[in-house]
């Protein structure tokens, strides 16, 4: 058997895939396949040809484990199990990362490539379709449909934008329905109330019709912070995330604090046409604060952004810090917006999310 005999028997295979666990196996049997034919001295045409389809079986890969996220399940061996976000995925994240990468690129400009370097006689591997897809996502990034008035301070990355400046100022440039959920952690004190005043606002006009709002709040102004909040949007769920180690001492009320809630609204009706069912009870998580002392942690936000929000949806956060739920909306597959006052905080959110 040739190997452009095996190329057509794999790409056939390819048809018949159902799990991302399968693709993943057929992965690693064209890259022997590769292996094996400069072994053999095959042309450069013949071994671009497994590259191509090695690629497409990538991304049809990170399709099928993002339908396994929005089902709330992953397939495996035709078996479904329950999954959760943060947990065992069918495929390491920075394969998936790469694998996005490469379907945003898309497959018309990725074979472009690799019949130009066939033509010249040239072998082509991923990892050079992959710089080349980081470099012309770097170079359209401002053309996106959803494109905000950047700013001096702004920086732009691969699936993500951070602007600079006050959020009460700053979500004035984001366009109306452009956000499909805002992921965030506002100041708790009676004292910044009005922030949440604001933030409700805001969230109804950029929130796109059935988008979700979650603020992770304290308890002793929750009666306030609800009443803001329901001003604009709907009342969805109260989540709950378990608090690592001994109860935070609450003097005020002589109470042992061992949860936090995250607080689910609306922009109109709940979307249970899109969202699945899933519990209320958030991971545990250990306490991170070698940021900065307000630092969260990322996995909570992850499995919320996980349940309520579109794959490859854009994920606000109008209070940054230094980027968590940025890296949690990245993870999930969906692109970030935030919005970073502190200079400082501001500098540390950009190299996280450049990092990623």
Known sequence: ????????????????????????????????????????DAAPGEINEITFLKVETRIKRVDLVEAGQADGIFRKKGQRADVRPGEHLPVPAPRLAEDR????????????????????????????LL????????????????????????????????????????????????????????????????????????????????????????????????????EHLSYGWVYCQPLPGPSSRIAARHIGQEWKPWLAFSNGPWPSGRVDWHGDMLHGVPKLKELYHWQQSEQPAGELIVRLSPVNGVVLDPFTGTGTYGLAALRAGRRFLGVEADKTRHAKAAERLGAW
């Open 1 to 40: 058997m040739s190997t452009l005999d095996r190329v057509d028997a794999a790409r056939a295979r390819l048809a018949q895939i159902e799990t991302a666990e399968d693709a993943s196996d057929l992965v690693d049997d064209l890259e022997r396949l590769r292996e094996y034919g400069r072994i053999i």
């Open 101 to 128: 990468v490469l379907r945003r690129h898309g497959l018309d400009e990725i074979r472009a490539a690799i019949d130009d370097a066939t033509a010249r006689q040239r072998e082509v591997i991923e990892k050079q």
């Open 131 to 230: 710089d080349l897809a980081r470099r012309r996502r770097a170079q359209t990034a401002d053309a996106d449909a959803r494109a905000i008035q950047l700013g001096i301070g702004d920086i732009t990355g691969d699936g993500w934008t951070l602007l600079a400046g006050d959020m009460r100022q700053r979500l004035d440039d984001i366009p109306d329905g452009a956000v499909d959920m805002i992921v965030t952690d506002p100041p708790y004190p009676a004292e910044s109330m009005p922030l949440w005043t604001d933030l409700a606002e805001h969230a109804k006009r950029v929130l796109a019709p059935k988008g979700v709002l979650v603020a992770l709040s304290g308890k002793i102004m929750l009666a306030d912070v609800i009443a803001q909040l329901a």
